[in-house]
């Protein structure tokens, strides 16, 4: 008879191996309304463990012979990339990382923010089984929405700081019924590993397409950041509708705040360019410091 332990270890192998479309969460009257329209530009798929990979590569040419001030360099490369890493993971995927910026920063994961599951030995997972054999914990899959929500009610918030002080009031009503405000039509969450307490998250937002002066709605990707990992634990894809409280109708945003959106999408754009070119730079020496002392195996 197959022993508990061994019937989890297949239970989750099972559960890692799950299409990324089945363990992902949609809240949304429309399905249809959480598909991304055509991206204005894309980069691609990229390796979430290219940072680690990247500094994995640094630190084994350390062990090569090198002269001291190559090893100096990358040592130097190394502890740029430790106090960096959010900036260039995030500005890599066009996502604007600056204090300033972001919508959540720093959080502190909770143990309530976790669900547990609990495994027995009769195949089943539940609660009340007398024959536990493990506890499964990871943070809710709920919850990641929440961060999303908290983090774009911040970062909507936070634009107001960029633009002239007389509309600060005007940006912070957007999160009110009193005017033109923003109701949230759909969100799509992917959850690309199970985060646990303890860890810290940052939440950051980007805008999907570059809005014009007619827009009454706009897309805005999200990434969930875990400080312990390094790398995004949930991405989401949320659509936005601007709202006309006082008409009870969809409505544009005001000029100003279209500016701003538009403004900040470039940012976005140049923050791509610039942080690709400076990872750019980081392979290239290491490949000069592998090829000059021999392939790193």
């Known amino acids: 008879m197959k022993s508990a332990v061994a019937k989890f270890s297949s239970y989750a192998a099972t559960r890692a191996t799950r299409p990324l479309s089945i363990r992902s969460f949609m809240t949304t009257a429309k399905l249809s ?22 500094q994995h590569r ?18 130097d490369r190394l502890a740029y990339l430790d106090k960096n890493w959010l900036m260039l993971s995030a500005g890599r995927e066009g996502f604007l990382a600056e204090p300033e910026r972001r919508g959540v920063d720093g959080h502190a ?12 030995s009769d195949d089943v997972l539940s609660e009340s089984s007398t024959d536990l054999v493990l506890v499964i914990r990871h943070v809710n899959n709920v919850i990641y929405n929440r961060f999303a929500e908290s983090g774009r009610v911040n970062w909507t918030r936070k634009l107001a700081q960029f633009t002239d002080p007389k509309y600060e ?23 690309k590993f199970p985060m646990t307490f303890p860890d810290r ?17 706009f897309y805005l990707d999200v990434v969930v950041y875990s400080e312990q990992q390094r790398r995004p634990a949930a991405k989401c894809f949320e659509d936005i ?13 005001k000029p100003f705040m279209v500016d701003e959106l538009r403004a900040t999408f470039d940012l ?5 360019q ?14 000069q410091v592998e090829g000059s002392a021999g392939t790193v195996q």
């Open 33 to 54: 309304a959480a598909t991304p329209p055509p991206r204005a530009s894309e980069n691609g798929a990229i390796n979430p463990r290219w940072l680690s990979e990247l």
């Open 58 to 75: 640094l630190k084994k040419s350390l062990s090569l012979q090198l002269a001291p001030e190559k090893a100096e360099t990358v040592k």
């Open 109 to 120: 994961i909770q143990w309530g923010d976790m669900v547990r599951m609990c495994y027995s």
């Open 169 to 191: 009031q005007e940006w912070f009503d957007l999160m009110t019924p009193k005017g033109i405000g923003l109701i949230l039509a759909s969100i799509r969450t992917d959850f």
């Open 201 to 217: 998250i940052t939440v950051l937002h980007k805008l999907v397409t570059k809005p014009d002066y007619s827009s009454d709605r």
């Open 241 to 253: 509708v601007v709202y006309d409280y006082k008409a009870a109708k969809k409505a544009p945003l």
């Open 268 to 272: 976005q754009e140049l923050r791509k």
């Open 274 to 287: 610039d942080t690709e070119k400076k990872i750019a730079e980081l392979h290239e020496f290491l490949e």
